[in-house]
């Protein structure tokens, strides 16, 4: 095993155990928190892939914007603090038949890819790839990137414009 | 001696020693600070402070680690004791690991990554996390309304400040903090608050919008470490002391630590940006690797003094105001700064 390996079972551990926390945690603080870990772990081995862009995004977006909306929306919709909130399980049937399909689907990607594993892995020299990314987005796939900002644009407006509340009678008295 | 010097030549064992340099900076940094800031608080309120313990009280803080070494370590029964004990070492990590691509002097840099100062805004977002781990953690209304005021406080500056940073890394090209410090070397009319190192004209046209940068970036940072004017998280009249309330002994040693090396973090980022980095303000006249050293870590340091000296002078924001700045001001001006130096740099 050298050094590269180590590292990869590493992150893949730490994906893999935080991962069956967020499933099979009964304590849904602990599931959103041991998402943290799981991140954390993809982006690692998002950086032993050489996606440098890809890893840095992914935490960015995972950790700084996802997993906190998600901490504080299990904090606030809960009235107190002592109360422990659990999450239980229902639809066994349902869930079973599309967790099981949605496993043969990929296990069947897994089998049939050919998979790039170069034994020079860890040897690759080290570049940026933040370049490429940026001329591929304004050149080859500018479409999904404007149909994107579009849809965010959209998403900004409409938050405004629930956020203003003008006309509308409002239970909280305005702040000003 | 062979023995000794083959296993310092393991490149696992160099990484680790090489990663350990930042961590000796902070704690040597963290003490200085706590004694610079109780006496610059002291002058600026016209007291003294210190004098008992050594020479004006240079051994204070020496002395305030023992004390915090020596204290018991409690931890509340009706906490979540995991959490709570995760909670600090995720906060101080997070700190840690932006430390890794801070340029220290033109012969040391952690990671010389090319995408330094986006993996620098990433890396901040885990103390968010742990801010909150610990405000849950605690089981105490004043910890968890202190987290998510901090939460909340850091995830609403950190636009207009991603907005500043875009706009400087624009002008350079670059998201690389080396280059970002080299393109600004020889003197102080080539650093970027003055408009960098260009053709007179782009300069010219340049710096007002890089000095409003410098002021929106400077205004969200402070924002960012939960400093006064934007101290919320921990307004003492209503919330005992935020998210750390529970926390005792070394445990809010290592808080307070992250909290002091945060501080150095958000000023070095704006030398970098702004103020050259290591680079001397004198041209090649006293620099070199030690020298450049030397002149990162005093420039750091006049901005930790900026932000204790705006600490002891101005009150504590309203809620509402700190929103406010925030998205009706702050915002604005960042994404006019954004259209303009799009324009300046294309022409």
Known sequence: ??????????????????????????NIIYAAFSLLFTFFGVAGIYVLLNADFLAITQLLIYVGGILVLLLFGVMLTTNTVNIDIKSGSMNVLAAASVVA??????GGVFWTSDWFVSKQMGELPAQTTSKEIGTALITTHVLPFEIASVILLVAIVGAAMMARREGIKSQIPSSK | MENILAFLNEPAVTMVLLALIPLVFILVYALVTIYFEMKVAAHIQNRLAYMETGWHGVIQPIADMLKLLQKEDIIPTDADK???ILAPYLVFIGTYASFAVMPFSSGFIGSNIDLGIFYLVAASSLVVVGLLMAGWASNNKWSMFGA????????SYEIPGVLAILGVVMVFGTMNMQTMTQMQDGGIQNWLIIGGNFPL???LALFPFMFILFIIYLLSSMAEVNRTPFDLPEAESELVQGYNT???GMKFAIFYLAEYANLFLVSAIVVVMFFGGWTSPFGSFMSGTVWSAFWFVLKGMSFVFLNIWLRWTLPRLRVDQLMYVSWKVLTPFALFCIIAIGFIMVI
């Open chain 1, 1 to 26: 095993m050298n050094m590269y390996e180590i590292i990869f079972y590493f992150f893949a551990f730490i994906t893999v155990a935080s991962a069956s926390v967020v499933v099979f945690s009964r």
């Open chain 1, 101 to 106: 399909a949605l496993a043969g689907l990929l």
């Open chain 2, 82 to 84: 995991f959490l709570f």
């Open chain 2, 148 to 155: 998510l005021r901090s939460a909340a406080q850091i995830v």
């Open chain 2, 201 to 203: 004209g782009q300069k």
């Open chain 2, 246 to 248: 529970e926390y005792s």
